[in-house]
């Protein structure tokens, strides 16, 4: 056992002085696997930080029921009743047109424009929280509201988070599939990287073996290469988005400052940097294993 | 007690040449043999047979009573370190010293790197090159070169020592010294196989003579 640890802390110190042995050429390699990487790893990012908006906007799933201009107290009072009695939802508030009037004029400067006009143009409304959030279900209750009498039109107002939600489902395959593109082309890289190592150590390989090394004593180094090349472009892909980041935040300022609300893209999460990085490694890992297997067979007896 | 036998071997190349026939032999535990005959005559393929870097074709080549015609890839290397091999072209690695060369089959089987470190020295020390361990291959002489290499092929303590034209473009001082070394070796029970023409290297050391003409031993 102690044996066994003491290769491998050997075959590990052993990559890291071969590392260095070659400054340049390591650090291209881990640049290229690490934009490989900050692709996909940075479309993930912002889908995560614009999930996050989604989920802080997303309202209750909502419905306005707009009454026809002319409907009296009494229709309103009709609808309040029927509101009342039904069932699957769990709350509603009536907006009077003079009320929804004065909200307008109060914003975004408005009020000279609703001074000129000669009558409030606006409808009574109510507003519905629907208890269920499932679009069916809001859009039958919609089809439901709109066959009442005296109402004009019914809006499903969180239709847009629900749009949002499923655009960012659909980015989320797209980070997918980007990331098994690129996933295989850090496998390429590692397999091409290791292949040219083993062509360069040709006469310690063929040594080693026929001195009685098994593939396994032969093969290590390599593996630890091909992982540590592979957790090392996974940290350069970290810092790649943390600068960009930086940069993006920067420039996000003025624009969070004109909506006055806080406008941050926030990094990975500690577990999902982690994760990251250990995936990383384990595909440098595979590509040098591939390579090593591929490449080893030659030095076989015939 | 034998330490290799071979009995019918053929080796037949692809293309079609046939580089040794109907070997049969057996090389006792102790022994010194000498396999000797012209350049081409088969002596390096049955060396090669005998360290399992090459299959026969036909027949059986035992060694340690294990028939390396049937064993199974991942077995060679632990056959292999039963051996001690001299290769003609040394096969030393000129990325580091002198030195990590002796020291590599013991790094190999996992030996305790402070212990391996003693029996490297003692190893450089028997080839007389212990003042060079810090040196590079490169530039050493040939005939140190070839020590080197005897150097790393007896440090891990093998019970075969088997050498492919040990002594082949060496001047005659430096034969007669390497040649001594296989014969003290020889002394503390190693089974010694060499493959040579240096007859002069044969009239010192007396060993058992194997004389191979085309694939085939005539005496």
């Known amino acids: ?302 | 007690m034998t330490d290799i036998v071979l009995s019918k071997v053929c080796k037949r190349y692809a293309g079609g040449h046939e580089a040794l026939a109907d070997i049969t032999l057996n090389i006792a535990t102790g022994e010194m043999v000498f396999i000797t005959g012209h350049s081409g005559a088969g002596k390096s393929t049955l060396l090669k047979l005998m360290a399992a870097i090459e299959r026969p074709t036909a027949g059986s080549v035992i060694v340690n009573g294990q028939n390396i015609g049937a064993l199974r890839a991942q077995g060679i290397p632990f056959l292999r370190r039963n051996f001690g091999l001299v290769f003609q072209d040394h096969k030393l690695l000129f990325d580091r010293s002198v030195f990590d060369n002796v020291m590599l089959p013991l790094d190999i089987t996992g030996f305790d790197r402070r212990e391996g470190a003693g029996r490297a020295r003692a190893a450089l020390d028997k080839v007389g090159l212990l003042h060079k361990e810090k040196a590079r291959p490169i530039t050493l002489s040939g005939g140190e070169q070839q020590r080197l290499c005897i150097a790393r092929a007896i440090v891990h303590r093998p019970s075969i020592l088997l050498a492919d034209e040990p002594t082949g473009n060496l001047d005659a001082d430096y034969a007669t010294g390497i040649g001594d070394l296989f014969r003290d070796f020889n002394q503390v029970g190693v089974t010694v196989v060499l493959a040579t023409h240096d007859m002069h290297l044969a009239a010192r050391l007396q060993p058992r003579l194997i004389e191979v003409r085309g694939g085939r031993i005539v005496s």
Not at chain 1, 43 to 63: C, E, I, K, M, T
Not at chain 1, 210 to 217: K, R, S, Y
């Open chain 1, 1 to 302: 056992m102690k044996m066994w640890f003491a290769a491998h802390r050997r075959a590990f110190t052993g990559t890291l002085s071969r590392l260095a042995a070659a400054p340049l050429a390591s650090l291209f390699n881990i640049l290229v696997i690490g934009t490989a990487l900050a692709l996909p790893l940075g479309f993930y990012v912002v889908l995560a930080n614009l999930q996050g908006l989604a989920r802080d906007f997303s309202p209750q799933p909502q419905l306005s029921i707009f009454l026809v201009p002319d409907a009296s107290t009494g229709d309103v009072h009709d609808l309040e009743q029927r509101l009342k009695s039904q069932s699957n939802i769990s709350g509603f508030r009536f907006v009077p047109r003079a009320q929804a009037l004065e909200t307008l004029k109060s914003r975004a400067g408005l009020a000279d424009v609703i001074a000129g006009l000669p009558t409030n143009p606006l409808p009574d409304a109510f507003v519905v929280t629907a208890s269920a959030s499932d679009a069916a279900e809001l859009a039958a209750l919609r089809a439901d509201f709109a066959r009442w009498p005296k109402v004009a039109e019914v809006h499903v107002d969180s239709d847009w988070a629900r749009r949002l939600d499923s655009l960012l489902a659909l980015g989320r395959y797209a980070v997918l599939m980007l990331a098994a593109a690129l996933a295989l082309a850090l496998v390429a890289i590692t397999f091409n990287t290791i292949r040219l190592q083993i062509l360069t150590q040709r006469d310690e390989i063929e040594v080693a073996k026929l001195i009685g090394a098994t593939d396994g004593w032969i093969r290590r180094p390599f593996l630890y290469f091909g992982g540590i090349l592979g957790a090392a472009g996974g940290a350069a892909a970290w810092l790649m988005i943390w600068i960009a980041l930086l940069v993006f935040n920067t420039q996000l300022q003025p624009l969070a400052a004109l909506y006055d609300i806080p406008l941050q893209l926030a990094h990975l999460t500690a577990g999902d940097s982690l994760a990251a990085l250990l995936f990383a490694a384990a595909l440098g890992w595979f590509g040098a294993w591939l390579s090593v297997r591929r490449h080893l067979h030659a030095y076989n007896p015939a």
